[in-house]
């Protein structure tokens, strides 16, 4: 499981820096801009997630190598952004990827942590969530996470909740961890590409009396 774990840290701060990346080339920044939108991307989610959970120490102060992992891809894209056609749908993309790989990441860390099922789902959300979040407000764009209609909260809500399903079943820590992921990114992608959607609040007008 720690294994794991440290593979999916690695993997969700990789993609989540490429798309604080993305944003930062919408923006037009210098390189600095690029790499600072890029970290905060890729670490905010299990920042967060450590700091809840009083962790010893946050993971990227524990691994540096995360911080110059989304360094790298900051500049990649710095200097390859001009070539792609349309920036929003690979950011759009890269993200749901990101976000099923971090909810089992923010999983398999509150479950290290021992703590009660509610909690370990919880984790999984704000892991997935929350780094993106940030990109999108510091980078003035509508957050992803409150676009009208599509599921992403709750994709990161249906993932962490399968894992933690079929941890309580019985099943092994590692395989629920994956399938917990696989559910979310399930789940993302159908409400980008097949439209699956809750339904919304639509106010009605008041009636005449």
Do not use: C
């Not at 999916?8 to 080339?25: C, E, K, P, Q, R």
Request: no cysteine.
């Amino acid at each position: 499981m720690p294994a794991l774990v440290w593979l999916l840290d690695y993997a969700s701060a990789l993609v989540f820096a490429l798309t604080g990346a993305l944003v930062a080339s919408r923006l037009q920044l210098d390189p600095v801009g690029f790499i600072f939108m890029a970290t905060m991307t890729a670490v905010g989610g299990g920042t967060l997630r450590d700091l809840i959970l009083n962790r010893a120490t946050v993971f990227w102060v524990d691994r540096p190598s995360l911080i110059l992992l989304a360094a790298g891809a900051a500049m990649l894209v710095f200097w390859t952004a001009h070539l792609v056609e349309s920036r929003q749908q690979w950011l759009r993309w890269l993200d749901a990827f990101a976000l099923a790989v971090a909810v089992p990441a923010g999983v398999g860390v509150a479950l290290e942590a021992g703590v009660s099922p509610v909690i370990v789902v919880l984790m999984g959300v704000v892991t997935g969530t929350f780094g993106g979040l940030m990109r999108d407000v510091v980078g003035n764009e509508l957050p992803l996470v409150l676009k009208q209609g599509e599921l992403y909260v709750t994709a990161a809500f249906g993932g962490a909740l399968t894992a933690a399903a079929l941890i309580w079943m019985g099943l092994d820590r590692s395989a629920a961890v994956v399938l917990g992921g696989a559910v979310t990114l399930v789940l993302r992608l159908g409400s980008m590409i097949l439209g699956w959607q809750l339904p919304v609040y639509r106010p009605r007008p008041p009636r005449n009396r």
